[in-house]
């Protein structure tokens, strides 16, 4: 059982909209907590929004009034809508979680395959 699955990716246009999904099987638990990441070519991986184990957000300042992250826990479902996008949003998305709520991302449990998200100017 692949413990996340993303969807929602695609191409758009500057100023365009995306919605991501991540679908999360029952070995995440609704405590842990989730996020968005992201990693353009040639650049290291880098956060986008987290939730906390007890529901609290934590946007990065890039994408603070652009995005929204959201969860659905009855659903286990993790959503990333993203509004105004640009050309520097360009990037494979991933959802990530972790029963611990490391500091250090990189070192959370649960990795999703990604998602592409294209935004041409």
């Known amino acids: 059982q692949v413990p996340l699955v993303e969807s929602g990716g695609g191409s758009v246009q500057a100023g365009g909209s995306l919605r991501l999904s991540c679908a999360a099987s029952g070995i995440i638990r609704s405590t842990y907590c989730m996020g968005w990441f992201r990693q353009a070519p040639g650049k290291e991986r880098e956060a986008v929004a987290r939730v906390g184990s007890e529901g609290s957000i934590r946007y990065e300042e890039f994408v603070k009034d652009r995005f929204t992250i959201s969860k659905d826990n009855a659903n286990n479902t993790l959503y990333l809508q993203m509004n105004n996008l640009k050309a520097e949003d360009t990037a494979m998305y991933y959802c990530?979680?972790?029963?611990?709520?490391?500091?250090?991302?990189?070192?959370?449990?649960?990795w999703g395959q990604g998602t592409q998200v294209t935004v041409s100017s």
């Open positions: 990530a979680a972790d029963s611990l709520c490391r500091i250090n991302f990189d070192k959370w449990t649960y």
